[in-house]
């Protein structure tokens, strides 16, 4: 009998279920996969307000479980219930947590706590075939890191962000330039732009290493966008071209340094795997997909649908972990930071 794993995700703005099974090739596995977005909760604060997620969470949550799950399958078919038991927002995590260990205990079936950034990481497996080990970018709004991926919970760190992630600098920047969607918003305003207008040098250039920052990337263009005020539509389009080029840029050389660091083995496999929300952007993959061109290595970035948070890589992750033999206490604590270097100390499977 083919196993259905409901996954559950609610660490953020994104209150999420999914459903995926074992069967079939990936379109046949991904049951159902249900996103509500808390765009409308949050947009007069100009972020994400992290009681008004928690009770956002606590409304939508059983909707979109019932959405997830209609046509699809039983409660009492779920062979496993996985939920986002971190890092993230605290008020989100014990929501979410909360509500797939109580569906757990009264089905009497394991619950599996799946950490946000493996979700992330690992999802590229649901839709095709990648083996370990492979490198990984995990770019998102929280995130920037390069890492090694030698299974489902070993992971070595090979550099990161400083400060600020590339995500959250997109966000920021859209904000101020009055551009809806984030790092989704800026990417269409670009499209106009002129991506040579102002130029920002590029962060920690000189460093032999892929660790990378942000923060002084985004003063800089707060400067110059203090500095032209009023905006017309064509600086906006002009600011967002030269900010998705500084960040590409930046993402494009440290990955270079990423492939030299890696591991001989990790090398060898000559996979390349970038993930998280800021691997939508059609920009940066192709600067990356250049870089693994000039080093043999091959380029996965999982469908756009599964880089911004979703629950499919929730369930995704927790059936891979189910069939390892995973199965967590319901005293598994919930976890604002949950680095992935220090999984296996946590997910005894
Ligand atoms: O992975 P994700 O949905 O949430 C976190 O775990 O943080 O990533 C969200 C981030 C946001 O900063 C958003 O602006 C960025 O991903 N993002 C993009 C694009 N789509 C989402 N950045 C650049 N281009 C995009 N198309
Ligand atoms: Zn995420």
Redesign the pocket.
């Known amino acids: 009998m083919a196993c259905l794993i409901l996954g559950l995700e609610t ?2 703005d ?1 209150t999420a279920a999914a459903v995926v099974s074992d069967a079939g090739d990936w379109l046949d596995r991904l049951k159902s996969n249900v996103v509500y977005s808390q765009i409308n909760e949050h947009q007069d604060f100009g972020g994400v307000v992290p009681e008004l997620a928690a009770r956002a969470h606590l409304e939508f949550l059983f909707p979109v479980i019932r959405k997830a799950l209609h046509n699809v399958a039983h409660l009492h078919e779920i062979s496993a219930f996985a939920a986002t038991c971190g890092p ?1 927002l605290i008020g989100g995590l014990l929501v979410g947590a909360t509500a797939c260990k109580a569906l757990a205990v009264i089905n009497q079936k394991p619950f599996i706590a799946v950490n ?1 950034l493996a979700a ?1 990481a690992q999802v590229c497996r649901l839709t095709q075939e990648v083996p370990f080990p492979f490198l990984l970018l995990l ?5 920037c890191q390069f890492l090694e991926v030698r299974g489902l919970k070993e992971y070595k760190l090979l550099g990161a962000t400083l400060d600020d ?4 600098v ?2 920021k920047i ?1 904000r101020l330039l009055e551009i809806d ?4 918003g ?2 269409k305003m670009a499209e106009t732009g002129d991506q040579r207008r102002f130029a920002v040098s590029s962060p920690l250039k000189d460093r032999n290493n892929c660790d990378m920052s942000f923060s002084g990337m985004k003063t800089a263009f707060k400067i110059l966008i203090q500095e032209k005020q009023p905006l017309s539509q064509q600086d906006k389009s002009d600011f967002a071209a030269c900010l ?1 080029n500084s960040i590409t840029h930046t993402l494009a050389e440290k990955t270079k340094w990423a492939i030299k660091m890696a591991a001989s083995d990790v090398r060898c496999s000559g996979i390349f795997v970038m993930a ?3 691997a ?3 920009k ?1 993959r192709e600067a990356i997909q250049n870089v693994c061109n000039a080093n043999a290595f091959t380029l996965v970035c999982p469908p ?1 649908q599964f ?3 979703n629950a499919a890589m929730v369930a995704w992750l927790g059936l891979e972990m189910y069939k390892a033999g995973a199965s967590d206490s319901i005293s598994f604590e919930q976890r604002p930071r949950w680095p992935l270097e220090t999984l296996s100390l946590l997910q005894k499977f």
Do not use: L
Request: a negative charge; one cysteine or more.
């Open positions: 660490s953020c994104e993230g946000h992330h770019v998102s709004g929280g995130h992630s590339a995500g959250e997109f966000d859209a969607g984030g790092g989704r800026i990417e998705q998280g929300g800021v939508a952007n059609k940066i756009t880089c911004t948070d």
